[in-house]
């Protein structure tokens, strides 16, 4: 086919088609059924499956990259670990499972593989995402129901309001997923409104005991919020689980079920 030619693109009309196409997005995502906060592994499986039964979702996501702690491993090792039966939600996505042989139960993964197809897996299954975008407070009406979130762009935060004061926005929903992991953003936002307890923080590596706690957990903590992963275990004060991922995608996943029987129900 010989040397391939570009179209002859013009800057003014990339501009314009990016503004255009952004906005018109923006304002399907400004309501949606549910948003996940968090776009680590139980984020995104947990959005993929809610997207895959129709229901409008967005992920909001505070740093650019999409994929939390799940692009590495272990310590600087770029491989990580995946208990049976979590290697079937990577292995229906067509991410390659190994499994350990002298380890019962136990599957080696690489992380970049992985986090690519569980990003692309969301987004196939039509869930959208707001990444460089922060929680910043709860939208919280008719005594204390929680119906959203608000949000800043993470750059405008981190410069703090002393030096630009930009005003957040709010988006609606009717579920909210903290899938933030250690840092339980919205849990720790409910507590900051006085309508949850003090968030603990997880407890020490404790990996077998900490994987069966956050499935123990994973559910709706507050009316209308619930949490996953990670998340879990700082909510509820378990022990972390460092490079061991299998409960992550298996709590984003039992998440997704809890979240469609409430929707279903409503």
Not at 19 to 45: N, T
Not at 182 to 202: K, Q
Request: hydrophobic share 40%; glycine share 10%.
């Amino acid at each position: 086919m010989g040397k391939p030619k570009p179209a002859p693109l013009r800057e003014r009309d990339i501009t314009r088609q990016i503004a255009r196409e952004y906005y018109k997005e923006f304002d399907q995502l400004i309501e949606s059924d549910v948003i996940i906060v968090g776009a680590g592994p139980s984020g995104l499986i947990c959005a993929r499956d809610v997207a895959d039964m129709g229901f409008r979702t967005v992920i909001v996501e505070q740093s650019l990259a999409l994929g939390g702690g799940f692009w590495h491993g272990g310590y600087l090792m770029n491989k990580a670990t995946i208990c049976a039966p979590a290697h079937k939600i990577l292995e229906e996505i067509s991410v390659p499972c190994k499994k350990v042989k002298d380890c019962e139960g136990m599957y080696i993964v690489d992380p970049p593989h992985a986090t690519g197809a569980l990003i692309a897996a969301a987004y196939a299954a039509g869930a959208r995402v707001l990444n460089l975008t922060r929680v910043v407070d709860l939208i919280l009406r008719r005594e204390g129901v929680l119906e959203g979130v608000v949000v800043n762009n993470t750059t405008a935060e981190m410069a703090g309001h002393d030096i630009i004061h930009v005003d957040p926005i709010g988006l609606e929903s009717k579920i909210v997923v903290d899938a933030t992991g250690h840092d339980a953003v919205v849990v720790n936002l409910l507590h900051r409104r006085n309508l949850y307890t003090e968030v603990p923080g997880n407890g020490a590596m404790w990996v077998s005991r900490s994987e069966a706690d956050v499935m123990d957990h994973t559910g709706e903590v507050y009316p209308n919020c619930f949490v996953i992963g990670l998340a879990v275990a700082a909510v509820h004060g378990t022990p972390r689980m460092g490079p061991a991922f299998g409960s992550m995608l298996l709590s984003g996943r039992y998440g997704a079920d809890l979240i469609k029987k409430k929707l279903k129900n409503e």
